[in-house]
Every structure is written in structure tokens, then in C-alpha cells.
């Protein structure tokens, strides 16, 4: 039964890659938030963390409140990954016009300074949409890590998906890839890491809305042996086709202290700088799973368990999707339905967030392999 599940799950996202490019922009868009706001109304796992998430970013928000971040959260995701699914189709000149970043000037000139820089990002809007700005519009390849997914052919798909847009990708698991992300900054290079959230033993504690989460090392020890810069960077979208972003001050390598305790300062402000943009766009944080250590007593929503339901939830809609399809072109009609069976697997249970670019570097918790 699992090998059915890991095959309908890998042939879901694909479906919904092969499908939702096909379709005119604006009817992805359209489909992005019909699936939402269905999803939304469901009141599933994924819908319910989310809002027990957004309670901690926005504590005095009422019930109603909530609901509404919620459901503005849906489609803020859905858009995440509707424009994902049509990215190896967007030209630099739709780029370009899609993105607008501002004080991109850290980036630039660290790069032109040939010192290495790591970007470190946290689950907002389309972290994947900003990784093709730098690769196409500012012309900059980098390395980044992703988590391994089960199916495995799951996982080869979203790689292969990352390098199509210009991007290295390094399996999380297996310990060489601190050591490949600190040859790349060393040389100059580009690295790029979501790094919101890490449940390893191996995580920072830190403070962030009040409560305790865990947050990777990886992004500080890098800065830290490499010499590299650490810019954070936060994520939002607008009522405008286009994604704003901004690139934060560097955090600096502390004067003194261990390198246990200069991690620790450096992953802190990081968490801090995360923590105004979600709370500047709460509604545009795509945290479906459990975070916070007060959270974690009761466990089983993570990835791994995401996959088959959904699986299932996509072999539904896409019955429900074959049957009301109704009258229209032939091949936008049937792209559509593929489409929302892909996009409804994702949108269901939060499971793609496995794949979202690494929640942490596994370091040899910390220590560089050498080639």
C-alpha cells in the first residue's frame, strides 16, 4: 500500500507541474484560489496548524481574525506553488517584472567583494521565485539543500525541477553538504537556505514570538568558518502580480564568545529578523507543521505522513475535477483538471513543504567535511 501511495503522490506533483504551465496565466491563478479557499473550508490538519501557528505571530487576533489569516494563508500558499508549477516557463523580462527587491545592494556588493554570501530566508511567499530572480535576473547561480523525499523519484523530480531554474541542489541527508556549501562561499559563491525551522538535536534555540523554537546552525557556522556574509532575507506578496522582498542588513560574527555562543547570538537575530517580516505578513507564512517546541508533544503531521494523504486527497479531486470540467476547450479544460488533482494534493495536507529547500544544514552538526 505505501508503494501505491509514493507512486500516486510523485504522479500528482507531476501532473500538477505538466498541467498548470499549459494554463493561461489568470485561469492559474483562478484555480490557485478556488483550491484554496476550498481547502480552507475543509478545516484539514494542514489549515488548523497553520492557524494555531498565526495565533502565536498575531496573539490578540479574535477568532474571526483568525479565520480570515487563514484563509488569506491558503492562498497565499496556493500562489506559492501556481506560480512554482509554471516557472521553468518564465522568461528574465517576466521575472523582472514579477519581483522587485528591495536593498538588493548588500547582495551585489558582498558578491562583487568576492567574500561568498548566504541568504537566509524563512517560509515566505515564493522563496523558490526569489531564487530565480538572482538566477535571471541578477545572473547569479547558487547551491542550496533540499530534504529527501519519499518517493525518491519524488524528490529526484524536485531537484531536477530547482536545476532547470539555475540552482545546485544538495541532498540534506548524508553529511557532505556543509563541506560542498563552504568550498562554494570560499570561492566566492552564492548559497541560499530556507532556515525557519529545524526539529534536530542539532537546532538553536532561539526566541521568536514569544516562545521557544528551533532554528538550524548551519546558515552562522558558515558565516562563521567561511567568512561569508549572512543576509536575511523576508518575502511578501502585495494585491499586485508582483512579489516584494527584502534583503536585510548583514548579521555580523560576534567579537567574543565560543563558537557554540556566537552561534547562538547569530541565529537569534536572524530569528528576530524572520520574526518582523512574518509579523509585517503573517498571512504570507507558509508554516502548516508544528514549530515550536511547546508544540511537538503531540507529533504526526509531519512530512512523511503528508504523502499519503496526499495521494488520496489529489486521487479525489481529481475524479471530482474529470467530472465537472464542464464545456470548454479540449486541452485547457483537461489541463485544468490536472491541474487542480496536482494542486489539491499539495494544498490538502502542506506535504510539499518537504521539499522546500532545506530546514537546516546538516553539518556534521557543525563541523565542515573536507573533499
Known sequence: MSALKDRLSDG???????????LPEPVATGLGRRIADLT?????????RLESNLARV???ATPERLAELSKAGMRSYMRY????????????????QGVDIKDAHYLKEGLAAGRGVVLALPHLANWDLAGVWVTRSLGVPFTTVAERLKPETLYDRFVAYRESLGMEVLPHTGGSAFGTLARRLRAGGLVCLVADR???????????????????????ILAQQTGALLLPVTLWYDDTAVMRGRIHPPVDVPESGTRTEKTS???????????????????????????????????GDGAGAGVGAAAAAGAEAGAEAGAGAGPGPGAEAG???????????VAETGAGDAASGGHGVPAERGEERQP
Open 265 to 299: 547570538v547569530m541565529t537569534q537575530q536572524l530569528a528576530d529578523a524572520f520574526a518582523a517580516g512574518i509579523a509585517d505578513h503573517p498571512e504570507d507564512w507558509h508554516m502548516l507543521q508544528r514549530l515550536w517546541l511547546a508544540d511537538l508533544e503531540e507529533r
Open 81 to 96: 506553488w501556481m506560480e512554482s508549477f509554471r516557472l521553468p516557463t518564465w522568461t528574465k523580462e517576466r521575472v523582472e
Open 40 to 48: 480552507w473550508k475543509r478545516r484539514g490538519k494542514s489549515v488548523l
Open 12 to 22: 500528482l506533483y507531476g501532473l500538477g507541474w505538466a498541467t498548470v504551465k499549459k
Open 58 to 60: 498575531v496573539p490578540d
Open 198 to 220: 529545524d526539529l534536530s538535536a542539532s537546532g538553536i534555540e532561539v526566541s521568536f514570538f514569544g516562545d521557544t523554537a528551533r532554528m538550524p546552525a548551519g546558515p552562522a
Open 335 to 345: 489541463a485544468g483538471a490536472g491541474a487542480e488533482a496536482g494542486a489539491r494534493a
